[in-house]
């Protein structure tokens, strides 16, 4: 039985439904949630010209970083669950080690991911946060595929 279940949203269509599939299991073993958002600062700051407009794409990151997080507990709440929503800032660590890092701190025993299934050239450039985190956490971790993806 799962008791504590971390699930990464990101607003896209996948993470929604990981962020569904986590609700849903929650629900089931009356788990808590915790919802962590990930503002990745990383690509602003290593953009050249783009760094004199830092501050304010941050901030705009933020403000929808919170939005994101605002939507997912107005879910949850709609399944009878309420849901502990964390924002984190990273300059420089790959997402997947702040999921690792919130998912021990938190002591989740089930990390829910949308993963966009990206396979060949495409994962190698894109990279995965979601086989990152598969790879480097001693926690369960429940994949959620994009849609149409087999």
């Keep these: 039985m799962y008791k504590r279940i971390l699930v ?3 607003g896209s269509g996948t993470a929604n439904r990981g962020l569904k599939e986590a609700l849903r299991l929650a629900k089931a073993h009356r788990a808590r949630i915790c919802l962590l958002h990930v503002v ?3 690509f602003i700051t290593q953009a050249g010209e783009a760094a ?4 304010q794409m941050f901030k705009t990151l933020r403000a929808e970083g919170r939005r ?8 949850a709440r709609r399944q009878g669950l309420s849901a502990r929503p964390v924002l984190v800032e990273s ?9 690792i890092r919130e998912a021990r701190k938190w ?9 966009h299934g990206r396979r060949g050239i495409r994962r190698v450039v ?14 369960p971790v429940l994949l959620v595929r994009a849609p149409g993806r087999r």
């Excluded at 002591?107 to 993963?115: F, M, S």
């Design 8 to 10: 990464a949203v990101d």
């Design 40 to 42: 990745e600062e990383f």
């Design 52 to 55: 004199m407009y830092a501050e």
């Design 68 to 75: 994101i997080l605002s939507r997912a507990q107005a879910l």
């Design 91 to 99: 300059v420089t660590q790959p997402v997947a080690n702040i999921i």
């Design 107 to 115: 002591n989740a025993d089930l990390i829910v991911l949308g993963t």
């Design 126 to 139: 894109m990279g995965s946060d979601a086989e990152q985190v598969v790879r480097a956490t001693p926690v």
